[in-house]
């Protein structure tokens, strides 16, 4: 009886909602066509992936390291090398007493029996990738070495300690140095042209890997089949996060580059050794393009610097359009520093400022003002991409340096209170500006209700307004003049200039050893 009772209702409910056959069968073959839809673009999607194209990127790339030479480059270039190598050796010289440069250095130079490339700051070799690495993290490490700047930002420079060390390794000519640095600073470059991996979550130092591959290559005489499985093996396992430059940042952000450099270099000498790697390692189903760009991208090799003409007068290389530094900070506050510093001085200092708010491009919103570390920095490199540490800082002391992050600024009361005051924004107007470096506008209120206000876009340093020697010689002397007496000094920026005729890359290094190892 009960189960009648719930019977007889049940029954009435199925028969008042019934769906004709008819429907049933309609449904049933228009799903089934939705998913024979949905499996042939998935097949598509497979195939395309999976498709191996006639002349895959690295293979490219490979192709364009193989075939340049000496003679493709313009003497311009030739002098912009010259001085980013000044610049870069400034930086590294100037860090060397930086506990995480040390450290860095000590791991180098265990390897230091079999040795054959120059660790700077000591009388020691060490391997080439070890070497590179140890010199790269001290040509870093401040902040204050080149910059590259497109949707995302690199500093090809931390790849010149890798082509020194190899090119000591291989008793290189200066020619092939030069080209190699060229190299390095173009694939580099056009790399970064080609994608922005930021929203992606990944960080720019995946494309110094094939770059420093590449350039390590070409001084070991690869031929274009070993460079290419050299561009296969540095990308395919070393693809790094972008936490390296969000929330607090460690001494990793300035390390991470020079690990890419050394993986770069050992990727080059495994590929001489005969390994090969994964291909097509970007356009692959589980490649570059499908995992970590997300889209593929055509990068025309022919645009490249150098080619389209013999003796130099071929395209433009990417080189002359890295800035060069004023500031050991991050490049998205570089302009910003100009601005606080003159606003500060037309304030009279900085009590009667009431409230600041920075104006900022999109990229140096989300990397130095947008997350709540920003305004507590702990760490020299969290202080160094901060936008309202950088700005306070500058207001107070009228100059950002190598010494504006001792933990005892870092603590700073005044400081803390008066970064409280700031406020950072992106303006859209100051992304979609075209300018040789990142724009920020600083408004400041004063008091008596006055506002006052700076923007800077176009600053010394940076595309169309290069170093000049004395520049380069000014912030070289500026970076070392603490540790070299003039002598010294002078006796380096002679063989610096003098790199394209030196006939010896071990003596050249030697300018930049010690007496005594650190």
Not at 105 to 121: K, N
Not at 353 to 361: C, E, G, K, S, V
Request: aromatic share 6%; hydrophobic share 45%.
């Amino acid at each position: 009886m009960v189960a009648a009772a719930f019977a007889a209702p049940m029954m009435e409910c199925a028969m008042s909602h019934a769906i004709p056959r008819r429907n049933v069968v309609l449904g049933t073959a228009a799903l089934g066509l939705s998913a024979l839809a949905r499996a042939r673009v998935a097949r598509a999607a497979e195939a395309a992936w999976s498709e191996q194209p006639a002349h895959p990127l690295a293979e490219r790339l490979a192709a364009y390291a193989d075939g340049l030479r000496y003679t493709d480059i313009d003497p311009a270039t030739i002098e912009a090398v010259k001085t980013h190598v000044v610049d870069t050796m400034g930086c590294a010289i100037a860090a060397l007493d930086e506990k995480p440069v040390g450290a860095c250095r000590l791991v180098a130079l265990a390897a230091s029996a079999s040795g054959t490339s120059t660790i700077i700051g000591t009388n020691s070799r060490s391997t080439p990738e070890l070497a590179a690495f140890a010199n790269s993290v001290a040509g870093r490490y401040y902040d204050l070495n080149d910059v590259y700047v497109v949707r995302q930002a690199g500093h090809p420079s931390d790849i010149i300690a890798g082509c020194l060390a190899v090119a000591e390794a291989e008793r290189a000519s200066a020619s092939d140095l030069i080209t190699a640095i060229a190299l390095a600073y173009e694939v580099n470059c056009r790399l970064f042209d080609a994608f922005d991996l930021s929203e992606r979550g990944w960080d720019g130092t995946v494309f110094t890997l094939p770059a420093a591959a590449l350039a390590a290559g070409k001084l070991m005489k690869l031929d274009r089949q070993k460079l290419e499985q050299a561009v296969n093996i540095a990308l395919n396992d070393h693809i790094p996060l972008g936490q390296t430059r969000a929330q607090t940042l460690s001494d990793w952000k300035g390390i991470a580059d020079a690990d890419a450099v050394r993986n770069g270099v050992f990727a080059a000498m495994l590929a001489r050794a005969g390994v090969t790697g994964p291909a097509p390692v970007f356009e692959g189903k589980a490649g570059f393009f499908h995992l970590v760009s997300g889209k593929a991208v055509d990068i025309d090799i022919e645009r490249f610097g150098g080619r389209g003409g013999p003796g130099g007068g071929g395209n433009a290389f990417r080189i002359h359009q890295v800035g060069m530094k004023a500031f050991p900070a991050q490049v998205y506050t570089q302009t910003a520093i100009i601005a606080a510093t003159a606003l500060a001085k037309e304030a009279g200092g900085t009590d009667r400022m009431a409230a600041i708010d920075i104006a900022t491009t999109r990229r140096g919103y989300q990397m130095a003002g947008s997350e709540e570390e920003k305004w507590a920095p702990d760490t020299r490199d969290t202080a160094d991409h901060s936008l309202p540490y950088i700005v306070a800082r500058a207001m107070f002391d009228g100059d950002i340096t190598n010494t504006s992050y001792t933990g005892d600024k870092l603590r700073d009361p005044r400081i803390l209170a008066f970064m409280r005051k700031i406020k950072v924004s992106e303006d859209p107007a100051l992304t979609a500006l075209k300018s040789n470096a990142p724009p920020t506008r600083i408004t400041v209120s004063l008091d008596d209700g006055k506002r006052i206000s700076r923007q800077v876009g176009d600053v010394p340093g940076f595309g169309g307004r290069p170093m000049e020697r004395p520049d380069a010689e000014r912030k070289f002397r500026g970076n070392v003049g603490k540790r070299w007496p003039e002598q010294r000094i002078a006796s380096a920026l002679e063989a610096m200039w003098a790199l394209n005729r030196t006939d010896d890359v071990a003596a050249f290094l030697g300018k930049f050893a010690t007496q005594s190892n650190l």
